[in-house]
């Protein structure tokens, strides 16, 4: 392969690759299947085929979502799906000689963050180097940031399990906070609430459906159909949901992120505070696309915010800047263990 320079992002739901020269050349779902047991565990899909199956494969096979809280929850499910990941972009699983460059979030323990790093090591792969970056940092060189001549600028990152809120300023983190909430938990409150109200059973990939109509910051009112098995009569039927009846439960989350993001302001200095008064917040992420999140920020933080089409991407495009300009990324590099 003629560039082996790439930036890997673990999301929780997917995992996105960026090569040099190339741009981002994979976002996959970050899922894996198997059969069997400790040593007679083997994969039989990954990435996208392998969320296809999920909550439609038979008895036998198991699929796995490796990755909890932005971490790395099971090694051995992870590491497969990574050699998975390296053969899809590069016609074999065994990519030695590359570089990676990987984004982990800022606020895990030197442990949590060293898991990322032993994926790509402990893989069939013989990396030559790999090193890790904080995401606030991608993610502000991802927003066009100039970290190093900002004096503050405050990101709301929404993940699919985890918010991240982080202050730069002068090519630095000044301050950073990971919450355990994102899109995921909206899926099982519109899972658990549907079958506690309707006596109705959905599943989470049909619960991840409703949640892009029904999950608003504004209690307005938006009907959808859910499909699924009556309780009672074990038969399969169809109700009926109104997003304001999901109002309450998802209202609490949404103004937990902003009680959060206000919070972190006890600990900035205010002139810093002025900076991002001036600037506004940023808000990214998968779950970022929350109807109403940005007015709902902005009114509460009495600070305007910047949204952006790519929200999605604002990780893997800034790691992409340091895929480019090795130098530059290696201002960043963590010196763990």
């Known amino acids: 392969m003629a560039q082996k320079v790439f930036g890997v992002d ?57 990755m909890k809280n932005g971490a790395v929850a ?26 990676f460059y990987i984004a982990v979030p800022a606020d895990f323990s030197e442990v949590d963050k060293n898991a990322f790093k032993k994926v790509v090591t402990n893989g069939q792969g013989k990396p030559k180097a790999v090193k890790l970056i904080d995401k606030p940092i991608c993610d502000a060189y991802g927003l066009g940031i100039d970290i190093d001549n900002s ?16 202050i730069v ?56 159909k859910a499909y699924g098995r009556n309780i009672l009569t074990g038969l399969p039927d169809e109700v009926t949901i109104h997003s304001t009846e999901i109002y309450p439960f998802i209202s609490n989350v949404i103004s937990d992120i902003a009680v959060q993001t206000k919070s972190i302001f006890e600990h900035t200095p205010p002139e810093i505070t002025h900076s991002i008064k001036e600037n506004g917040i940023y808000i ?23 949204s952006t089409k790519h929200a999605q991407r604002t990780v893997i495009t800034g790691l992409g800047e340091f895929v480019e300009n090795p130098k530059k990324a290696n201002k960043y590099a963590l010196s763990l263990y």
């Open 10 to 66: 673990f999301g929780t739901g997917t995992i996105k690759i960026y090569r040099k020269k190339d741009g981002i050349i994979m976002n996959e779902r970050n899922v894996i299947a198997t059969v069997g047991k400790n040593e007679n565990k083997h994969p039989v899909a990954m990435g996208d085929k392998a969320y296809e199956m999920f909550e439609k494969a038979p008895e036998g096979i198991h699929v796995n979502f490796p």
């Open 151 to 166: 004096n503050g600028d405050l990101i709301v990152n929404i993940g699919a399990d985890t918010t991240e809120i982080s």
């Open 284 to 306: 990214t992420g998968g779950s970022s696309w929350i109807s109403g999140m940005d007015q709902f920020l902005a009114n509460e933080t009495m600070i305007k915010v910047n």
């Open 169 to 224: 300023a002068q090519g630095g983190i000044i301050v950073t906070k990971l919450l355990p909430v994102g899109g995921n938990f909206f899926d099982m409150q519109i899972l658990n609430y549907i079958r506690k109200n309707y006596n109705f059973v959905i599943g989470r990939r049909t619960a991840e459906n409703l949640k892009k109509t029904l999950v608003s910051a504004t209690n307005e009112d938006k009907p959808v």
């Open 74 to 99: 099971d090694m051995d499910d992870m590491i497969n799906l990574w050699d998975f990941m390296t053969e899809k972009v590069s016609g074999t699983p065994k990519l030695k000689g590359s570089e």
